[in-house]
């Protein structure tokens, strides 16, 4: 009987998870480049034992590394299932020289995984929320660079404009210094615009 199940959009639910060691198992997601959000959960025929729940990790593939698990949450059985969202996760070249031999593997992988390793509730660490104010800087700063590219794609110089009695303008520089002002307020108080 499988105690843990894998949704993965589009795709069937995955149940075969590999028993690593006592408390620790793994199962591979295939062609996981394109995955967004993957769901975790206990599927409800063999529950945690008493005072414990399950650390969810992932690992994304790289052809030249071995897995380096990235910690996603936990689900118990007071909390039987979690919806992670995996597309912004770093890949290992993007983390510098960290890896780690968790789950017993050292080989290269070119699939994802997912592994659960059973804890007691005492060890479970929680992830921290991504709605702090570090998100919403890095969220406004991605978000002024869009708007700041797009609008550069635009820019044509006053000799080859074609005159159009129907149309306004704005000065590029008013554009870009109103993008200034709100990255320097960004950076004085990430808050500001609430």
């Known amino acids: ?14 149940t075969e998870f590999q028993q690593i060691n006592e408390k620790q198992c793994v199962t591979t997601i295939t062609d996981a480049d394109n995955i967004n959000h993957i769901v975790v959960f206990l599927t409800g025929s063999i529950p945690f034992p008493e005072g414990t729940a399950g650390q969810v990790f992932f690992s994304w593939p790289d052809p030249n590394a071995p897995p380096n698990w990235q910690l996603l949450g936990y689900i118990s059985n007071n909390k039987p299932s979690a919806i992670y969202k995996i597309s ?5 070249h993007e983390m510098g020289d960290y890896s780690n031999l968790m789950f017993g593997q050292s080989h290269i992988v070119h699939n994802a995984q997912i592994g659960i390793s059973i804890e007691p509730f005492g060890n479970i660490q929680e992830v921290p929320s991504p709605e702090g104010p570090d998100v919403q800087v890095t969220f406004a700063q991605k978000m002024l ?7 550069l794609s635009y820019s ?3 000799a080859n404009m074609i005159p159009d009695p129907t ?3 704005v000065p590029l ?21 609430k």
Do not use: C
Not at 173 to 193: D, I, K, M
């Open 145 to 151: 660079k869009s708007f700041m590219d797009y609008v």
């Open 173 to 193: 520089s008013t554009v870009q210094n109103w993008y200034t002002n709100f990255e320097r307020r960004l950076a004085q108080h990430p808050n500001f615009w």
């Open 156 to 158: 044509i110089t006053q």
């Open 88 to 92: 912004n996760l770093k890949r290992l």
């Open 1 to 14: 009987m499988a105690m843990f199940g894998v949704i993965v959009s589009g795709r069937l639910v995955q």
């Open 167 to 169: 149309a306004t303008y």
